[in-house]
């Protein structure tokens, strides 16, 4: 089974930084893997996405320059590094698998539980 479990969530201020990790059981050095946020009301959106390798990444336009996608394919982990947070950021982040290698388009199929982060201000 593919299992993913997302931490590092929290509160934290405006304008800070905060660094979620997602850690795999299961296959993840063949596949996209990927971030999504949910917020009450909303549907999930994509966040940001990282290939199979690491080389390529996608962003969302409204975190493009901000958040940092990565991956380290031996410890079957994917971090994202989350800076210069803003009131719209608050959200569940949810990791992902996606159904191919590629980070564009990121189709996910896996999901882990989400990790909750609040901005204060």
């Known amino acids: 089974q593919v299992q993913l479990v997302e931490s590092g969530g929290g509160l934290v201020q405006a304008g800070g930084s905060l660094r979620l990790s997602c850690a795999a059981s299961g296959a993840l050095s063949s596949y996209a893997l990927g971030w999504f946020r949910q917020v009450p009301g909303k549907e999930r959106e994509f966040v940001a996405a990282?290939?199979?390798?690491?080389?390529?990444?996608t962003y969302a336009d409204s975190v493009k320059g901000r958040f940092t996608i990565s991956r380290d394919n031996a410890k079957n982990t994917m971090d994202l590094q989350m800076n210069s947070l803003k009131p719209e950021d608050p959200a569940v982040y949810y990791c992902?698998?996606?159904?191919?290698?590629?980070?564009?388009?990121?189709?996910?199929?896996?999901w882990g539980q989400g990790t909750q982060v609040t901005v204060s201000s």
């Open positions: 990282v290939n199979w390798s690491g080389a390529g990444t």
């Open positions: 992902a698998r996606g159904r191919g290698r590629s980070s564009f388009p990121f189709i996910p199929d896996y």
